[in-house]
């Protein structure tokens, strides 16, 4: 109803103002994505919107596909040796953390694959198995880069000297242990060669640290640097002076399996600590010492004569 003293323009006012609040239009802010019509549940519903279905559809691809890609590359675990394609070694992808399970000889070991750690789980709700059924087919066989430990009794060869103290230092060190391996490839018996760090033990050693096991095998003298007949089963991680120097520092102290070696260096010179011990009376007993390589190619040269005396 119309009231004598209202105008025209007042009702056109009033008609504007009751006009629902569902056609409002959208700021021209978002035209990309309402093309500047006002917008209505009857109109919209079921109403085609090309330009967003594009967008929205293009990052759930994107992110679906960033997470596959992320689970492949870090969060996937690698069972045994065969399941690591070619594109593992020597890339950022080539560093393996996980649990060692065993340790079989002065240079290699069992390793339970752990992709992310802790932070992935393994440890908290992710538990690591421990019955060698659960571990059957599901570990990496790991050999030491760049070092040759004591051989131990296996395939018919007797046992080596000192291979039980460098069998039990290895294992002191990383069984049951968290290690990070940079792995290089596969050697002639389908290990991977690698180097291997583990972080110290007790409260009060320097968590951050990490140690090379390899490095630490060769200054407490139970390995020697790697001697193989074919180079391209030599892998150093680029450290080679460095072990050699390791070598030849524990051959000078005589420590280790060198401990009865007179305390020479490979160039036939005594170190300074068996100097010493000579100059006050402590002379030890000089015995010959059989490095690893030597042991393998004595063995290969008798299993040779012995099946020559066969025939």
């Known amino acids: ?39 209505s549940w009857r109109d919209t519903l079921n109403a085609p919107n090309w330009q967003r279905d594009a967008i929205v559809s293009t990052l759930l ?15 996937r675990r690698v069972p045994t040796v065969a399941h690591l394609s070619p594109d ?28 992310g750690g802790r932070l992935a789980g393994w440890g908290i709700w992710r538990r690591v198995p ?3 059924n659960q571990l059957r087919d599901r570990t990496l066989h790991i050999r030491l880069a760049g070092i040759d430990a004591p051989e131990c009794a296996h395939f018919g060869r007797p046992a080596q000297p ?12 990383i069984l049951h242990q968290r290690v990070r391996a940079h792995i290089f490839r596969q050697d002639q018996y389908g290990r991977v060669v690698a180097q291997v760090f583990v972080r110290p033990r007790g409260f009060l050693l320097p968590r951050w640290r990490r140690r090379d096991v390899g490095e ?27 072990y050699e120097a ?50 393998k190619n004595r063995m290969a040269r008798e299993e040779t004569k012995g099946r020559k005396e066969e025939k």
Request: glycine share 12%.
């Open 1 to 39: 109803m119309r009231w004598p003293w209202s105008s025209d323009s007042d009702q056109n006012d009033k008609a504007n103002n009751q006009k629902p609040s569902s056609s409002r239009s959208v700021p021209s802010l978002f035209h990309w994505w309402s093309d500047d019509r006002p917008l």
């Open 61 to 75: 691809t994107g992110t679906a596909l960033f997470c596959i890609g992320f689970y492949r590359s870090w969060l």
């Open 88 to 115: 593992w070694y020597r890339t950022r992808r080539g560093r393996l953390l996980g649990r060692v399970t065993s340790v079989g000889d002065g240079d290699n070991f069992r390793l339970f694959h752990t992709p």
């Open 130 to 132: 421990t019955e060698r």
């Open 162 to 173: 000192h291979s039980d103290a460098a069998l039990a230092f290895l294992r002191d060190m």
């Open 216 to 242: 630490e095998m060769l200054r407490r003298g139970w390995a020697t640097v790697y001697e193989a007949k074919d180079e391209r089963y030599s892998e150093f991680g680029g450290r080679r002076a460095e």
């Open 246 to 295: 390791l070598e030849r520092r524990a051959k000078e102290r005589g420590i280790g399996m060198w401990a009865g070696g007179g305390g020479k260096g490979p160039d036939g010179k005594r170190g300074l600590w068996e100097r010493v011990k000579g100059w006050v009376g402590m002379e030890t007993k000089e015995v010959e010492v059989e490095s690893p390589r030597e042991y």
